[in-house]
Nanobody, 123 residues
Framework: VQLVESGGGLVQPGESLRLSCVASGYTYRRACMGWFRQAPGKEREGVAAISAGGGITPSADSVKGRFSISRDNARNTVYLQMNSLKPEDTAMYYC??????????????????WGQGTQVTVS
């Protein structure tokens, strides 16, 4: 199982970024996918998740109305669209997979597979 994130970078407050995560090595369509972030000195935080079919998309209160998660099962890819970015969104962002999908949640322990992360800096 391999998850590869991309799309991070340095942006100014108020700008947007779209993160992508390409999955391989398992039946992607059966997986719940999640995006997490971790800032220096802080615990890993669940940002958003999406069910196997895409119909359930919980997100953290801190990003509601600004971030949205989506998936393209034909491309084995999950996206995180981040709008109105704030300095407090600065973190390493990780993609994660739960195969097969059990609970569409924002807790890190629910996910077995993780990517290496992509850095987002808002300054």
């Amino acid at each position: 199982v391999q998850l590869v994130e991309s799309g991070g970078g340095l942006v100014q407050p108020g700008e947007s970024l779209r993160l992508s995560c390409v999955a391989s090595g398992y039946t992607y369509r059966r997986a719940c996918m999640g995006w997490f972030r971790q800032a220096p000195g802080k615990e890993r935080e669940g940002v958003a998740a999406i069910s196997a079919g895409g119909g359930i998309t919980p997100s953290a209160d801190s990003v509601k109305g600004r971030f949205s998660i989506s998936r393209d099962n034909a491309r084995n890819t999950v996206y995180l669209q981040m709008n109105s970015l704030k300095p407090e969104d600065t973190a390493m962002y990780y993609c994660a997979a739960d195969v097969p999908c059990a609970v569409v949640g924002l807790a890190a322990y629910e996910y077995e597979y993780w990517g290496q992360g992509t850095q987002v800096t808002v300054s």
